[in-house]
């Protein structure tokens, strides 16, 4: 009988507990989607004041004067190259022989 009550005490307890835990959860997800909602509002502004000055940047690269060089204004490092050589490769099957030391007798 003992088992009994204890089963019924814990049965209670639950059924009494769970409407007080729902409610609870549920605040919280209100709280939770309200703070989703603003953080949403305030990402879609940062992306469109993003995309207004992208637009604004790429109007102004393309109505803007492309300068041109003459020949005679270039810098004659562009043009002259110098041509470094290059060491000879090492071949690794080639390698120096051993010297060996004379032997006495």
């Keep these: 009988m003992p088992l009994e009550e204890l089963f019924l005490v814990l049965l ?3 059924v009494l507990a769970t409407p007080i835990i729902t409610v609870y959860l549920l605040v919280k997800f209100r709280a939770l989607r ?6 949403s509002e305030a990402t879609a502004e940062k992306e469109s004041a993003f995309r207004r000055e992208f637009s604004e940047l790429k109007r102004q690269i393309a109505s803007a004067p492309i300068p041109v060089q003459s020949t005679e204004q270039r810098s004659p490092t562009s043009e002259t190259k110098e041509v470094i050589p290059l060491p ?4 690794p099957l080639a390698s ?9 007798k």
């Design 12 to 14: 209670g307890l639950f």
């Design 34 to 39: 309200s703070e989703f909602k603003q953080f």
């Design 88 to 91: 000879k490769p090492v071949s």
């Design 96 to 104: 120096p022989k051993p010297t060996i030391p004379a032997q006495r």
